[in-house]
């Protein structure tokens, strides 16, 4: 099955408790029609474990980011809720089935991507983690994040990523990311990360991001100086951490994101 066709078959799924439903925006127009997969029921329990072990084959496992089930209910599930792409068991690409550990005998939707967002103090916005997708480089990653923030009905995001992360290219399509915490203690890779915050593209445009129709949002590119980031330089990474300490700001602006010979750089604006 070709790509296009893959698509095609794609269904947006939410995972949430029943009496969270009436809180997030689940009418998201003929394109987008919503299965809703509800915690209380036990027909479930098969695409939860799935969900998981999804999380811990894009994450590395339980002994690096994968998540443990109770963070999946306790702090993803249970104040929001999952959002994702799926595909019936028969149209799944043989890879991801395997790489999920489908039983032979599983005859549910197998989830194909996934985006957590759960909701902080300040209104409106989703401390959003856990996105990824094993269907690489269809656009999916970007559809699944547009497709989780129009469900929260979310306006910001905050969320935490690695310089390395070729990630920054989907999270960037959203706005310009302010960075606000640079290589944060309290990281599982905490020289490799940086906490950062996104002003979230109009509930329209994310609904379009979602079905794939538009690639970007829109997004102003701040003003300020043009940095180019190269992140196992130390000395740009004391420039950075310095510029923060001393309350300049610092966004990521489209593309993002590069892989050069070397590693990688990140575009930069500082203000
Ligand atoms: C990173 C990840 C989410 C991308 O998923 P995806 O469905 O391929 O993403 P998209 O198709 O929406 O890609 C959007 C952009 O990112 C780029 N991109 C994605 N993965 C890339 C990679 N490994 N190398 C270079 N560019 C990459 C795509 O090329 C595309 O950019 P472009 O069209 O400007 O070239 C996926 O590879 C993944 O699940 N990774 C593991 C988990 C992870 O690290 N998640 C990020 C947490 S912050």
Not at 67 to 91: N, Y
Not at 138 to 157: C, D, E, P
Not at 181 to 199: G, I, K, N, Q
């Amino acid at each position: 099955m070709n790509q296009e066709q893959l698509a095609d078959h794609l269904v947006p799924y939410v995972l949430a408790p029943r009496r969270n439903l009436e809180f997030l925006d689940l009418d998201l127009g003929d394109e987008l029609q919503v299965e809703t997969m509800l915690l209380e029921n036990e027909e479930n329990a098969e695409f939860c474990s799935i969900l998981n072990r999804s999380n811990h084959r894009a994450f590395g496992g339980r002994d690096d980011m994968g998540m443990p089930l109770w963070v999946l209910l306790d702090c993803a599930i249970l104040p929001s809720a999952v959002v994702g792409f799926m595909l019936p068991v028969e149209r799944a690409p043989d890879a991801v089935v395997d790489r999920l550990d489908i039983d032979d005998d599983y005859e549910g939707y197998i989830p194909v991507s996934e985006y957590c967002g759960c909701p902080t103090v300040e209104e409106d916005c989703v401390s959003g983690f856990s996105l990824h997708s094993h269907l690489v480089g269809q656009g999916i990653a970007t559809r699944t994040k547009a497709l989780a923030m129009a469900v929260y009905g979310a306006r910001s995001q905050i969320g935490v990523t690695q310089f390395y992360n070729p990630a920054i290219r989907v999270h960037v399509r959203f706005g310009a990311m302010e960075i606000l915490v640079h290589r944060p203690a309290v990281h599982t890779h905490s020289e490799d990360s940086f906490v950062y915050r996104l002003e979230l593209p109009p509930r329209q445009v994310l609904l379009n991001m979602a079905t794939g129709s538009d690639v970007f949002g829109q997004s102003t590119i701040p003003e300020g100086i043009r940095w180019e980031f190269d992140p196992d330089n130390e000395m740009m990474q004391g420039r950075l951490a310095r510029h923060l300490r001393e309350e300049g700001q610092v966004w990521l602006i489209p593309p993002g994101w590069r892989a050069t010979e070397e590693g990688c750089e990140l575009h930069m604006v500082l203000g």
